[in-house]
């Protein structure tokens, strides 16, 4: 919503409503982010990576209060999928963890890397009457490639089929926030 997007077309969402999807969305997405550490927390919450993905689930925690603070500060529905969100982040959380830490791991960077273009697409896209959303976002953003970077410190690229399970979490965490949006 720059400038350049200014104007929109009939049939587009206005400004209002695009902002109330990313507020939507971002609490979808840190509602499923939580439930995937708590799923892996279920299968892991014993072994030496278990500090670590508490560490992550926390910072998520922070995330997702946020953006529930902000559906009722700001009267944004949210989606009607976090029933789903709640099985699936879960279940995506445990059935990678019972396949090791490092597929994890490898969860937590195919999350991760999408979530980062995702939100900075948002900020790029926020009027300068957006400055505080803009900041929260760019905030989270970060501690997101922090996770990201952890994750692959921790051996995430080694998972055996990395490279398939990435593409399927990505496209998946991608299919989310497009349904999520407007559910």
């Not at 997007?5 to 206005?14: F, M, Q, R, T, V």
């Not at 982010?33 to 072994?47: D, K, P, T």
């Amino acid at each position: 919503m720059s400038e350049d997007n200014d104007a929109w077309l009939p049939g587009d969402a206005s400004p209002e409503r695009r902002i109330e999807r990313m507020i939507r969305v971002d609490h979808a997405g840190e509602y499923g982010a939580a439930r995937i550490y708590a799923g892996q927390l279920a299968v892991l919450g014993r072994s030496e990576s278990a500090p670590l993905l508490r560490h992550m689930q926390a910072q998520e925690q922070v995330h997702l209060e946020t953006f529930a603070r902000l559906i009722g500060e700001r009267r944004v529905r949210p989606t009607a999928l976090l029933p789903l969100w709640n099985l699936a982040g879960f279940a995506l959380g445990a059935a990678t963890a019972a396949l090791g830490a490092k597929a994890a791991m490898a969860c937590t960077v195919a999350v991760e890397e999408t979530i980062d273009a995702h939100y900075a697409r948002q900020a790029a896209s926020l009027p300068e009457t957006e400055a505080e959303l803009r900041d929260t976002i760019e905030t989270f953003r970060a501690e997101e490639v922090e996770h990201r970077d952890t994750a692959i410190a921790q051996g995430a690229e080694q998972t055996p089929g990395y490279r398939l399970l990435s593409a399927a979490i990505k496209a998946g965490c991608r299919a989310a926030i497009r349904i999520s949006e407007r559910i």
